[in-house]
């Protein structure tokens, strides 16, 4: 999203962006859900990419309890749509020969202004400017600044999506319309309408995103990203090798745990896997002639489903910041200034909201948090609202 962004923002004031892509085959189907916010349709305007059929539009958020039932409930219009929809837009605004399939980012040379690129493979490219938007995990960061690290959050994600065909007459009917809440003890339980396969948005063919948070130190995550041939991952594992045994012990436990609504959601989620969360800030985003965009340059717990929107906004900022000065360094220096805090902010505002869960208290103000989160009120006015920032 990132890379996208940014070239279309570069494009947008002349200038030449190609954007290099490791996987080999086009990024489609990863299926997973995406809260809007007033700047992320601002961003996908301005690049060009624009709003058409972004997503399923909700009136409403409702918290559930143990049986189901409605125990809280507010007004609250948003957008939600898919990594599918979004990626498909911002695809259309890049020139099919501007975006390079298959090329491994390995290695930058600077020497003044110039940079030498190299690709796995041996591909070279001479550039005025790079642009770091390979996420959390970013090879370009890993080179100019390697001691900066994501930390792991203490809690991970089983989530998936369920066809809306699936789904029993009453899931269909209570929590389909609406983004739901069901938050016991140490876990949270979200799930909210999108559209379905190839951006359909008919009634009957979307699906619904189901997101379970749950608690695991960082010794169990580890058991967890052990994978289905015995291979030990370092951070998570590709959907496909998750084991078996931690599919059905998850689904175990939703029988046990969960309301009948977002169990029959799961039940018919037929490959669920999950997700580690991590976060970082970089405190730096510029180095030279490299800057660092996207979750490459701050990412944040995803309590605010913020991250395309900050995406976005990186990406205009560094167009911006390009276009009204004359020289790449002043305009970087800029662009440093003003997205650096400004990613900071939004990560300590993820861990703050994340304190629901439980993990690592430290502080007065971290148990103050978490007692305030207790409340399914305050989640309610707190997880992945518009304008956060500004409030
Ligand atoms: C559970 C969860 C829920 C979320 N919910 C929301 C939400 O509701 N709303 C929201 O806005 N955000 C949400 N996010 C965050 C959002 O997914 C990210 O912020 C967003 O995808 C960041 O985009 P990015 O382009 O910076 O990084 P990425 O999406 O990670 O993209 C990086 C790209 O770089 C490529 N790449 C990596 N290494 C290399 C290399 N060496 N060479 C070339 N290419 C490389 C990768 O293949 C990938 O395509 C959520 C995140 C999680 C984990």
Known sequence: MSGLFTAA????????????????????GRGAGITTHPELLAALAGSGAGTRDLGVAVERRVTLDRKGRVIGERPLPQILTSWDRLQRLLRETVALRCYHLGHEFERVEQKGGALRVHFVGGRVEDAD???????????????IAPEVQPVYAGYYIWRGAANESALAPHTRRSIFPNFTFFLPERQQVIGYPIAGLDDDLRPGHRR???????????????????????????????????????????????????????????DNIERPFFTPIYDFSAPRLVHGRVALVGDAAATARPHMGFGVSKAGDDARALAGALRDHAEIDAA???YNAQRQPQ??????????????LGVDLRTDEDRAMWKLLQDYRAMMDWIAVPNFLSA
């Open 129 to 143: 400017l790079l642009v770091g938007a390979d996420g959390v995990r970013s090879s370009v960061r890993a080179q």
């Open 9 to 28: 923002f570069l494009e947008k004031i002349g200038w030449d962006a190609d954007t290099y892509e490791r996987s080999p085959v086009e990024l489609v």
């Open 332 to 334: 970087l220096a800029r």
């Open 208 to 266: 619904y995103n189901f997101i379970w948070y749950r608690v695991a130190d960082a010794e169990a995550l580890q058991r967890m990203c052990v994978d289905a041939n015995g291979h030990q991952h370092a951070f998570s594992v590709p959907q496909p090798l998750i084991r078996k045994d931690l599919i059905a012990q998850m689904r175990a436990d939703a029988a046990r745990e969960l309301p009948p609504a977002f169990l029959d959601v799961l």
């Open 343 to 356: 990613g900071e902010k939004i990560v300590l505002h993820g861990r703050k909201l994340g304190a629901h």
